[in-house]
């Protein structure tokens, strides 16, 4: 494994390297979102989100959100479909578009300086969850 600069999971730019962003819940049942990132490039986010054991009926809707100066996070894209069955979901977040691939959704947004990523949890929680983590690849 190649020698990554220190903190390379939150320095988003710098490296071409996968990173974790939500880390693997057993049972997840309630939203969840990411610490903040910070993207000097301006660049986009290849977003890979996997939904495992589900459990009863619950749905996730992964969205990416602008940390604003006075801390709090606006939303800037959610995906257009939720998530309702176990799978491996891959979306590309790119200013402009992406050409090619076959992610579920190609969407023209930029990744801002400083982003969080979350999962919106929709069902019972002490009967619908599921197994959930979500990575991302930096799109240079």
Known sequence: ??????????????????????AFED???LDRISGVFSNPT?????????????????????????????????LLWAATATLSAAGTYRYALYPGGLAGGSPQENVNVMTPREFLVGLD????????????????????
Do not use: C, K, W
């Open 27 to 29: 049972e997840t049942s």
């Open 42 to 74: 301006g660049h986009g986010l290849y977003l890979i989100v996997v939904v495992g054991t589900l459990t009863g009926t619950p749905t996730f809707r992964p969205q990416l959100y602008l940390r604003l100066a006075s801390g709090s996070n606006l």
């Open 1 to 22: 494994m190649p020698n990554l600069p220190q903190n390379a999971a939150l320095r988003f730019g710098e490296n071409a390297y996968p990173f974790v962003i939500l």
């Open 121 to 140: 949890y929709v069902g019972t929680p002490a009967s619908d969850h599921a197994d959930t983590t979500v990575e991302g690849i930096p799109l240079l």
